[in-house]
């Protein structure tokens, strides 16, 4: 059985506009030593990520930890978003159809169908391991959906607060077998992504 603890990073700073390099705040890089503290008993052959900095950093000490190279995958990003691509309401337009995005963003099935194509590379180059993948909200959600086609934006806007957030999901090879929720620290999500909540 592969074992991947997915972590979805900490608490970023949201009014950093660059995506790709915007940092984790102070309480962000304290929250991440739940993660340190989560896997540090466990036995981790490989640390996988996002190339973006908050997602690096949330998993860095742990990786350090484990004396291990983080090894990046453009694949798994977060999904791109264009001009007003999380005003209110957008969340929900998205998970209602997979495939709507705003011009010049991504949909759910666009960021599914690429985070998937990294997984199961990298479930294949990992048989019988166990192993970290440091991911997004979004990303990680269009790959709980993939293998639950129940999983929807109510359940997206229920993870969108834990940062971070550590689910893990065990695999016989691209077969899900399990699923077990493990810890989070919730952080209320300040930034213009926020859509109202229920």
């Given amino acids: 059985m592969t074992r ?22 102070e309480e962000g890089k304290k929250d991440s030593a739940i993660v340190l503290e989560f896997l540090k008993d466990k036995k981790i052959d490989a640390f996988y990520c996002s190339p973006y900095k908050r997602s690096m950093d949330t998993i860095a000490e742990a990786a350090d930890f484990f004396t291990k190279e983080i090894i990046t995958d453009e694949r798994l990003r977060e999904r791109e978003k264009g001009p007003d691509g999380n005003n209110h309401g957008m969340f929900q337009k998205r998970w209602d159809d997979h495939d709507y995005h705003e011009e010049g963003g991504e949909s759910i099935a666009m960021v599914q ?44 806007l229920r993870i969108i607060d834990w940062m971070p957030y550590i689910i893990e999901l065990d695999f016989e090879g691209d077969k899900l077998v399990g699923k077990q929720e493990h810890c989070h620290v919730e952080k209320e999500f300040n930034g213009k992504q926020r859509a109202d909540k229920k």
Avoid: M
């Fill in 4 to 25: 991947v603890y997915f972590v979805r990073h900490a608490q970023p700073e949201h009014d950093w506009e660059e995506d790709r390099t915007r940092p984790l705040t």
């Fill in 113 to 156: 169908k690429r985070n998937i194509e990294a997984l199961n590379e990298i479930l294949s180059d990992n048989t019988d391991k166990d192993i970290v993948i440091g991911t997004h909200g979004t990303a990680l959600s269009t790959i709980l959906n993939f293998y639950d086609s129940n999983f929807g934006c109510e359940d997206f």
